[in-house]
C-alpha cells in the first residue's frame, strides 16, 4: 500500500479536541501506549499516534475506494449521527446513523428481504400506489416504510455486504463491530481512551465524544474515499 500525504496537521487536531480522552478512572489499560498525559483528571491522547494511524486509515481507504470497493460508515449516537449521514452522502458511501439492528451483516438475507420490501414501497409511494389502498392498509404500509427508511435508509442502495466499515465509536458500536470480525470485514474504528485498541483494523486514538473531533475525523477519511474514486473513474 502506497503512502500518501494527507495534510493531517496536529495543531488542527489540538483545535477540535482531538486529544481530549475520558476520565482517569473511565479508561482501558491497553490504551496506556496511546495516552501520552493525563491533566486535570483526563488522559491525554498522543496526537502523534492519532496522525498516524489516521494516516494509515487515509491510505487504506484510498487504495480501496481506487479499486472500487464499497465503504460502510456506522456511527449512531446524537453527536455523531447528522456527521456520519453528510460524510457517507458526500462520498457516495453506505451509512447507519440510527440504530444498528443486530445481524444487520451476520444475517445478510434477512437484511436484504427488508431491503427489497423497503424498495417496493419507497416504488408504491412514488407511483401512488399506497394512497390508492383502503385507508387501513394505506396507512399501515407508510407506518412501515416510514420505520424502514429509519433504520435502512442509509443502506438502501447495498446489494451486498460491505468492504471496509468505518465505525465511529467502538463501545457504542460494538455489536456491529463483533459482526465485522466475524465475517471478516476489514474495519476503521475511532477510538477513546475507555476503548480496546486491538478490535479493530486500524484504531484511530481520538476523542468521539466531541463533534469537532469527529467531523475532522471523517472529513479526513471521506476525502480519501472522493480522491480514490476520482482515481477508479479515471483508471477503470
Known amino acids: 500500500m502506497t503512502r500518501r500525504y494527507w495534510n493531517i496537521n496536529l495543531e488542527e487536531m489540538m483545535e ?102 423497503f424498495r417496493d414501497l419507497r416504488t408504491e409511494q412514488k407511483t401512488g400506489k399506497l394512497n390508492r389502498l383502503p385507508k387501513r392498509d394505506a396507512a399501515m404500509s407508510k407506518r412501515q416504510l416510514s420505520h424502514l427508511q429509519t433504520y435502512l435508509g442509509g443502506i438502501k442502495y447495498m446489494t451486498g455486504l460491505p468492504d471496509i466499515v468505518i465505525i465511529v465509536d467502538q463501545q457504542e458500536e460494538y455489536t456491529a463491530l463483533r459482526e465485522c470480525i466475524t465475517l471478516g470485514i476489514p474495519t476503521i474504528c475511532l477510538i477513546d481512551t475507555n476503548c480496546d485498541p486491538d478490535l479493530a483494523d486500524i484504531s484511530i486514538p481520538a476523542n468521539d465524544d466531541a463533534i469537532a473531533s469527529i467531523r475532522l475525523i471523517l472529513n479526513k477519511l471521506v476525502f480519501s474515499i472522493c480522491e480514490g474514486r476520482s482515481s477508479y473513474i479515471r483508471n477503470p
Open 16 to 117: 477540535a479536541g482531538v486529544h481530549f480522552g475520558h476520565g482517569t478512572r473511565k479508561w482501558n489499560p491497553r490504551m496506556a501506549p496511546y495516552i501520552s498525559a493525563k491533566r486535570k483528571g483526563i488522559h491525554i491522547t498522543n496526537l502523534t499516534k492519532t496522525a498516524r494511524f489516521l494516516s494509515e486509515a487515509c491510505d487504506l481507504v484510498f487504495d480501496a475506494a481506487s479499486r472500487g470497493k464499497q465503504f460502510l460508515i456506522v456511527g449512531t449516537k446524537n453527536k455523531a449521527a447528522d456527521l456520519v449521514a453528510r460524510a457517507a452522502i458526500k462520498a457516495r458511501c453506505h451509512y447507519v446513523n440510527k440504530k444498528w439492528l443486530g445481524g444487520m451483516l451476520t444475517n445478510w438475507s434477512t437484511t436484504e428481504t427488508r431491503l427489497h420490501k
